[in-house]
């Protein structure tokens, strides 16, 4: 059973950055379209951003686009989320996901991704 863990969340000021990563634990990882997600509370799950299996091709949320970049080591089974310049508005537990089948394309609906993290808190302070 693929496990997924993120790690990296924490308390920041606005203006500061945070690095998330996102540990596969299985072989398969660079077969997979991956992605990140958040979710505040009292609203719903909403995607951020997300990266191919090879790394060639990425998407973000509007909100983060600038902001945050996705990225991947596939030798490692592991996938990033640099986020810089935070906002309050950022606030969420971020979950990382992994994607239904193999060699799939970037996207940004819950529904293409069959793994997900139990989540990491992001808190932005003003």
Not at 24 to 53: C, D
Request: glycine share 10%; charged share 20%; proline share 2%.
């Amino acid at each position: 059973q693929v496990q997924l863990v993120e790690s990296g969340g924490g308390l920041v000021q606005a203006g500061a950055s945070l690095r998330l990563s996102c540990l596969y634990s299985e072989r398969t990882f660079g077969l997979h379209t991956m992605g990140w997600f958040r979710q505040a509370p009292g609203k719903e799950r909403e995607f951020v951003a997300a990266i191919n299996w090879s790394g060639s091709s990425t998407y973000y949320a509007d909100s983060v686009k600038d902001r945050f970049t996705i990225s991947r080591d596939n030798d490692k089974n592991t996938e990033y989320l640099q986020m810089n310049n935070l906002k309050p508005e950022d606030t969420a537990v971020y979950y990382c996901a992994a994607g239904r089948g193999s060699f799939s394309r970037v996207s940004d609906d819950t529904k293409d991704y069959a793994y997900w993290g139990q989540g990491t808190q992001v808190t932005v302070s003003s």
